[in-house]
Protein backbone atom coordinates (compact mmCIF):
# COMPACT_ATOMS: atom_id res chain seq x y z
CA UNK A 1 0.00 0.00 0.00
CA UNK A 2 3.21 2.45 0.24
CA UNK A 3 4.29 2.56 -2.38
CA UNK A 4 1.40 3.24 -4.25
CA UNK A 5 0.66 6.06 -2.41
CA UNK A 6 4.07 7.22 -2.47
CA UNK A 7 4.89 6.91 -6.09
CA UNK A 8 5.47 9.50 -8.25
CA UNK A 9 2.96 8.68 -11.09
CA UNK A 10 0.17 8.12 -7.69
CA UNK A 11 0.52 11.88 -7.33
CA UNK A 12 1.00 13.56 -10.54
CA UNK A 13 -1.51 13.51 -13.42
CA UNK A 14 -1.25 14.12 -17.31
CA UNK A 15 -2.15 17.61 -16.98
CA UNK A 16 1.00 18.01 -13.88
CA UNK A 17 3.82 16.54 -16.23
CA UNK A 18 2.89 18.70 -19.09
CA UNK A 19 3.25 21.69 -16.79
CA UNK A 20 6.85 20.07 -16.08
CA UNK A 21 7.43 19.92 -19.52
CA UNK A 22 6.85 23.44 -20.39
CA UNK A 23 8.75 24.30 -17.14
CA UNK A 24 12.19 22.48 -18.00
CA UNK A 25 11.49 23.52 -21.54
CA UNK A 26 11.52 27.24 -20.30
CA UNK A 27 14.00 27.42 -17.43
CA UNK A 28 16.35 24.73 -18.74
CA UNK A 29 15.96 24.69 -22.62
CA UNK A 30 15.79 20.93 -22.78
CA UNK A 31 14.04 17.90 -21.92
CA UNK A 32 14.37 14.76 -22.36
CA UNK A 33 12.15 11.60 -21.62
CA UNK A 34 14.18 10.00 -18.88
CA UNK A 35 13.70 13.31 -16.74
CA UNK A 36 9.79 12.52 -16.97
CA UNK A 37 10.59 8.61 -16.37
CA UNK A 38 12.95 9.85 -13.03
CA UNK A 39 10.96 12.42 -11.96
CA UNK A 40 7.33 10.68 -12.28
CA UNK A 41 7.91 7.25 -12.19
CA UNK A 42 6.41 6.71 -15.42
CA UNK A 43 7.24 4.33 -18.33
CA UNK A 44 9.42 5.26 -21.40
CA UNK A 45 6.55 4.84 -23.01
CA UNK A 46 3.88 7.20 -21.13
CA UNK A 47 6.96 9.89 -21.67
CA UNK A 48 7.22 9.32 -25.30
CA UNK A 49 3.46 10.18 -24.94
CA UNK A 50 3.72 13.32 -22.99
CA UNK A 51 6.04 14.95 -25.35
CA UNK A 52 3.86 14.40 -27.81
CA UNK A 53 1.17 15.78 -26.23
CA UNK A 54 3.04 18.60 -25.32
CA UNK A 55 4.39 18.94 -28.80
CA UNK A 56 0.48 18.79 -30.40
CA UNK A 57 -0.28 21.47 -27.38
CA UNK A 58 2.54 24.24 -28.41
CA UNK A 59 4.18 22.85 -31.89
CA UNK A 60 6.24 26.47 -32.07
CA UNK A 61 7.38 25.58 -28.60
CA UNK A 62 9.57 22.46 -29.00
CA UNK A 63 11.61 20.83 -31.62
CA UNK A 64 13.49 17.44 -31.44
CA UNK A 65 17.51 17.68 -31.89
CA UNK A 66 18.74 14.76 -33.29
CA UNK A 67 22.78 15.44 -32.77
CA UNK A 68 22.26 15.95 -28.94
CA UNK A 69 19.07 13.13 -28.71
CA UNK A 70 16.93 15.96 -26.65
CA UNK A 71 13.97 18.14 -27.56
CA UNK A 72 15.27 21.58 -27.20
CA UNK A 73 12.90 25.19 -26.19
CA UNK A 74 12.44 26.94 -29.67
CA UNK A 75 13.79 30.05 -30.18
CA UNK A 76 10.57 31.97 -29.65
CA UNK A 77 9.38 29.60 -27.02
CA UNK A 78 6.25 31.02 -25.11
CA UNK A 79 4.49 28.85 -21.97
CA UNK A 80 1.62 27.71 -21.96
CA UNK A 81 0.77 27.51 -18.44
CA UNK A 82 -0.16 30.12 -16.51
CA UNK A 83 2.83 31.24 -13.75
CA UNK A 84 5.17 29.49 -15.26
CA UNK A 85 7.46 32.77 -14.53
CA UNK A 86 10.00 34.11 -12.21
CA UNK A 87 8.42 34.36 -9.28
CA UNK A 88 7.74 30.37 -9.92
CA UNK A 89 11.19 29.97 -10.72
CA UNK A 90 12.68 31.38 -7.70
CA UNK A 91 10.21 30.48 -4.99
CA UNK A 92 11.12 26.96 -5.93
CA UNK A 93 14.70 27.70 -5.95
CA UNK A 94 14.20 29.24 -2.43
CA UNK A 95 12.65 26.36 -1.04
CA UNK A 96 15.21 23.99 -2.23
CA UNK A 97 18.25 25.98 -1.01
CA UNK A 98 16.32 26.63 2.31
CA UNK A 99 15.85 22.45 2.42
CA UNK A 100 11.81 23.01 3.25
CA UNK A 101 10.60 21.01 0.03
CA UNK A 102 12.03 17.71 -1.22
CA UNK A 103 13.63 17.85 -4.84
CA UNK A 104 9.98 15.53 -5.86
CA UNK A 105 8.24 18.31 -4.96
CA UNK A 106 10.13 20.73 -7.21
CA UNK A 107 10.20 21.47 -10.80
CA UNK A 108 14.34 22.32 -11.10
CA UNK A 109 16.35 20.03 -12.35
CA UNK A 110 19.89 22.15 -12.63
CA UNK A 111 20.60 24.42 -9.82
CA UNK A 112 22.62 27.42 -10.01
CA UNK A 113 24.62 28.24 -6.88
CA UNK A 114 22.49 29.52 -4.74
CA UNK A 115 22.39 30.38 -0.72
CA UNK A 116 19.52 32.27 1.43
CA UNK A 117 19.93 34.71 4.72
CA UNK A 118 18.50 32.42 6.97
CA UNK A 119 17.26 34.24 9.89
CA UNK A 120 16.89 32.85 13.52
CA UNK A 121 14.26 30.76 13.87
CA UNK A 122 11.04 31.09 16.50
CA UNK A 123 10.84 28.13 18.17
CA UNK A 124 6.35 27.51 18.82
CA UNK A 125 5.74 24.56 21.16
CA UNK A 126 3.57 21.93 19.08
CA UNK A 127 1.32 21.46 22.07
CA UNK A 128 0.30 25.27 22.35
CA UNK A 129 0.05 25.33 18.25
CA UNK A 130 -2.78 22.30 18.62
CA UNK A 131 -4.19 23.93 21.95
CA UNK A 132 -4.99 27.09 19.63
CA UNK A 133 -5.83 25.17 16.48
CA UNK A 134 -8.42 23.28 18.27
CA UNK A 135 -9.96 26.50 20.60
CA UNK A 136 -10.14 27.57 16.77
CA UNK A 137 -12.04 25.22 15.42
CA UNK A 138 -14.08 24.49 18.50
CA UNK A 139 -15.29 28.29 18.90
CA UNK A 140 -13.12 28.02 22.49
CA UNK A 141 -11.45 30.92 24.42
CA UNK A 142 -8.12 29.38 26.23
CA UNK A 143 -6.60 30.62 29.08
CA UNK A 144 -2.77 31.07 28.48
CA UNK A 145 0.51 32.52 29.91
CA UNK A 146 2.01 35.19 27.57
CA UNK A 147 5.24 37.00 27.78
CA UNK A 148 4.35 40.88 26.63
CA UNK A 149 7.45 43.03 26.06
CA UNK A 150 5.66 45.60 27.46
CA UNK A 151 5.81 43.57 30.73
CA UNK A 152 8.24 42.56 33.04
CA UNK A 153 7.00 39.40 34.12
CA UNK A 154 4.50 37.07 32.01
CA UNK A 155 0.98 37.15 32.72
CA UNK A 156 -2.30 34.71 32.30
CA UNK A 157 -5.07 35.93 30.39
CA UNK A 158 -8.10 34.51 28.55
CA UNK A 159 -7.81 35.51 24.60
CA UNK A 160 -10.25 33.84 21.87
CA UNK A 161 -8.28 32.74 19.21
CA UNK A 162 -9.53 32.83 15.62
CA UNK A 163 -7.01 33.18 12.86
CA UNK A 164 -3.20 32.87 12.66
CA UNK A 165 -1.08 35.17 10.45
CA UNK A 166 2.94 36.01 9.91
CA UNK A 167 4.62 38.63 8.96
CA UNK A 168 6.98 36.69 7.26
CA UNK A 169 9.47 36.77 9.68
CA UNK A 170 7.41 35.45 12.79
CA UNK A 171 3.99 33.87 13.49
CA UNK A 172 1.04 35.62 15.20
CA UNK A 173 -2.22 34.40 16.53
CA UNK A 174 -5.26 36.96 15.58
CA UNK A 175 -7.60 36.90 19.44
CA UNK A 176 -9.44 38.69 21.49
CA UNK A 177 -8.12 39.41 24.69
CA UNK A 178 -10.37 39.91 27.75
CA UNK A 179 -7.72 41.59 29.85
CA UNK A 180 -7.45 44.21 27.21
CA UNK A 181 -10.74 44.41 26.43
CA UNK A 182 -9.73 44.45 22.24
CA UNK A 183 -8.59 42.20 19.53
CA UNK A 184 -4.81 41.71 19.23
CA UNK A 185 -1.61 39.92 18.13
CA UNK A 186 0.41 37.14 19.84
CA UNK A 187 3.47 35.85 19.17
CA UNK A 188 3.22 32.58 19.08
CA UNK A 189 6.35 31.99 19.72
CA UNK A 190 6.09 34.07 23.08
CA UNK A 191 3.00 32.15 24.01
CA UNK A 192 4.72 30.27 27.31
CA UNK A 193 1.35 27.66 28.50
CA UNK A 194 -2.19 27.03 27.44
CA UNK A 195 -4.20 25.74 29.92
CA UNK A 196 -8.26 25.33 30.59
CA UNK A 197 -10.63 26.36 27.99
CA UNK A 198 -13.97 27.78 27.78
CA UNK A 199 -16.54 28.22 24.99
CA UNK A 200 -16.56 30.95 23.11
CA UNK A 201 -18.29 34.30 23.81
CA UNK A 202 -16.81 37.17 21.65
CA UNK A 203 -17.81 36.68 17.66
CA UNK A 204 -14.41 37.19 15.31
CA UNK A 205 -16.38 38.72 12.78
CA UNK A 206 -16.31 41.78 15.11
CA UNK A 207 -12.68 41.81 14.75
CA UNK A 208 -13.07 44.60 11.87
CA UNK A 209 -9.39 45.15 11.23
CA UNK A 210 -9.45 41.40 10.48
CA UNK A 211 -12.36 41.55 8.39
CA UNK A 212 -11.85 44.46 6.32
CA UNK A 213 -8.93 45.24 3.23
CA UNK A 214 -7.16 48.11 2.64
CA UNK A 215 -4.18 49.42 0.06
CA UNK A 216 -0.85 50.25 1.18
CA UNK A 217 0.08 52.63 -1.49
CA UNK A 218 3.95 53.35 -2.14
CA UNK A 219 5.64 55.21 -4.73
CA UNK A 220 8.44 56.79 -5.70
CA UNK A 221 10.33 59.66 -3.06
CA UNK A 222 10.22 62.95 -4.48
CA UNK A 223 13.73 64.08 -5.08
CA UNK A 224 15.03 60.98 -7.09
CA UNK A 225 16.56 61.49 -10.34
CA UNK A 226 14.08 60.31 -13.83
CA UNK A 227 16.55 57.08 -13.82
CA UNK A 228 16.27 55.86 -10.24
CA UNK A 229 12.79 56.46 -9.62
CA UNK A 230 12.41 54.37 -12.94
CA UNK A 231 15.00 51.61 -11.55
CA UNK A 232 12.47 51.37 -8.19
CA UNK A 233 8.79 51.98 -10.31
CA UNK A 234 10.53 48.55 -12.19
CA UNK A 235 12.03 46.94 -8.55
CA UNK A 236 8.57 46.88 -7.55
CA UNK A 237 6.55 46.09 -10.15
CA UNK A 238 4.85 49.63 -9.87
CA UNK A 239 1.69 50.59 -12.94
CA UNK A 240 1.74 53.84 -13.32
CA UNK A 241 4.30 54.70 -10.70
CA UNK A 242 2.12 53.54 -7.49
CA UNK A 243 1.95 50.29 -6.51
CA UNK A 244 -0.92 49.19 -3.98
CA UNK A 245 -0.27 46.41 -1.43
CA UNK A 246 -3.69 44.66 -0.65
CA UNK A 247 -3.82 43.56 2.67
CA UNK A 248 -6.10 42.87 5.96
CA UNK A 249 -6.41 46.12 7.92
CA UNK A 250 -4.93 44.55 10.67
CA UNK A 251 -1.96 43.44 8.96
CA UNK A 252 -1.30 46.66 7.08
CA UNK A 253 0.89 47.22 10.47
CA UNK A 254 3.49 44.94 9.45
CA UNK A 255 3.67 46.12 5.73
CA UNK A 256 4.30 49.36 6.58
CA UNK A 257 6.66 48.64 9.47
CA UNK A 258 9.15 46.20 7.16
CA UNK A 259 9.20 48.93 4.44
CA UNK A 260 10.18 51.67 6.83
CA UNK A 261 7.49 53.77 5.96
CA UNK A 262 6.51 54.46 9.48
CA UNK A 263 9.80 56.68 10.23
CA UNK A 264 9.09 60.52 10.57
CA UNK A 265 12.75 61.54 10.47
CA UNK A 266 14.56 62.77 7.40
CA UNK A 267 16.24 59.55 5.48
CA UNK A 268 18.30 59.57 2.63
CA UNK A 269 16.96 58.77 -0.64
CA UNK A 270 19.28 56.27 -0.92
CA UNK A 271 18.31 54.56 2.25
CA UNK A 272 14.39 54.82 1.28
CA UNK A 273 13.10 55.61 -2.11
CA UNK A 274 9.82 54.91 -1.15
CA UNK A 275 7.42 57.06 0.26
CA UNK A 276 3.52 56.10 1.27
CA UNK A 277 1.23 57.99 -0.82
CA UNK A 278 -2.21 57.31 1.75
CA UNK A 279 -0.79 58.35 4.85
CA UNK A 280 -4.09 60.09 5.84
CA UNK A 281 -5.96 56.86 5.68
CA UNK A 282 -3.49 54.75 7.32
CA UNK A 283 -3.17 57.25 10.06
CA UNK A 284 -4.16 54.27 12.92
CA UNK A 285 -1.58 51.88 10.83
CA UNK A 286 0.87 54.39 11.42
CA UNK A 287 0.73 55.26 15.01
CA UNK A 288 0.84 51.59 16.11
CA UNK A 289 4.07 51.12 13.71
CA UNK A 290 5.42 53.90 15.61
CA UNK A 291 5.01 52.20 19.11
CA UNK A 292 2.76 55.14 20.29
CA UNK A 293 1.56 53.64 23.72
CA UNK A 294 -2.11 52.38 24.06
CA UNK A 295 -2.51 52.36 20.54
CA UNK A 296 -4.27 49.48 18.33
CA UNK A 297 -5.61 49.28 15.25
CA UNK A 298 -9.09 50.84 15.54
CA UNK A 299 -12.47 48.51 14.65
Known amino acids: ?13 PERRLEFIDFRLRWEG ?19 ADLANY ?11 KQAKTFRAASNFASV ?34 DIVRYPSRPVSDLNLLRLLWAMRDEEEIEV ?40 DFVLSRVMQVSGSRPRSVDPRDDI ?31 NGRLAIHC ?16 LEPIPLTE ?7 RDELSDVLAKARKLPDVQISN
Request: glycine share 6%.
Open 1 to 13: MSEHFNAPSARWG
Open 30 to 48: RINRSELVAFFGISIQQAS
Open 55 to 65: ARLAPNNIHYD
Open 81 to 114: FEGNDAELYLSQLSDLTAGVAPQSACFIGWQPPC
Open 145 to 184: TYQSMRQPDPSVRWIAPHALASDGLRWHVRAWCHANADFR
Open 209 to 239: AWQSHVDVVVKARTGLSSGQRAAIETDFGMT
Open 248 to 263: RRALAFYVVRQLHLER
Open 272 to 278: QPLELEN
